[in-house]
């Protein structure tokens, strides 16, 4: 159907347009010349009644399919603008933030940098009372060796110089008597 529709406007656009070709080849006076303005205008409105019956619905539908098409571009510009701007208030809050953010990072990381230096200072100062303790115990210890070493030397002095003594001054038959003395005071006891 739509076949045979085109073809009649086609057959109808040749026959308008050979109107058209033999009005301008009997021209003649100036009636003539009124003449042929008339069909020509005539030639002009038949053409585009042809022209708005075949492409009119087509063309409207291309221009309202467009008007159409340039509507949803431009609301999804808006929104895309909208959210471009949403994001870089995003952006400025964020960078707005770094500051802080910067400034309470180093906050943080003095104060656990003042943290682990009281804590090493501690374990240094009890480290030191430890090693004090350690050594004071250790001299009292060498002390004790050096009073009982020079109490045993002296004791051996004393030993040896009680027996020159004793025996530049005991004769022997004092000697046995102590001996015998000290003998029966042993097996007695």
């Known amino acids: 159907m739509r076949t045979l529709k085109m073809v009649g406007m086609a057959f109808l656009l040749v ?3 050979a109107g058209a070709v033999v009005a301008a080849e009997h021209g003649g006076g100036d009636s003539s010349k009124w003449l042929n303005l008339l069909y020509r205008f005539i030639n002009f409105v038949i053409l585009a009644w042809i022209l708005y019956k075949i492409a009119g619905k087509r063309v409207g539908e291309f221009f309202s399919g467009r008007k159409y098409q340039i509507e949803t571009d431009l609301k999804d510009m808006d929104a895309r603008k909208d959210e471009a701007a949403k994001k870089l208030s995003d ?14 990072i180093l906050a943080d ?5 003042n943290a682990l230096k ?6 240094a100062h ?3 009372k430890q090693i004090k303790a350690q050594a004071k115990v250790a001299a009292e210890q060498e002390a004790k ?3 009982e070493s020079i109490k045993a030397e002296m004791a051996e002095k004393i030993v040896e110089a009680a027996e020159i003594m ?3 001054q005991l004769k022997k038959k004092d000697h046995e008597g102590l001996i015998n003395e000290y003998l029966t005071k042993v097996v007695l006891n």
């Open 15 to 17: 026959l308008v347009s």
């Open 91 to 104: 952006v400025e809050a964020s960078i707005a933030n770094l500051e802080a953010e910067k400034a309470r």
């Open 109 to 113: 990381a003095e104060a656990q940098g």
């Open 118 to 123: 009281k804590a090493i200072i501690d374990q």
């Open 126 to 128: 009890a480290s030191a």
């Open 145 to 147: 060796l050096a009073v």
């Open 166 to 168: 004793v025996q530049k």
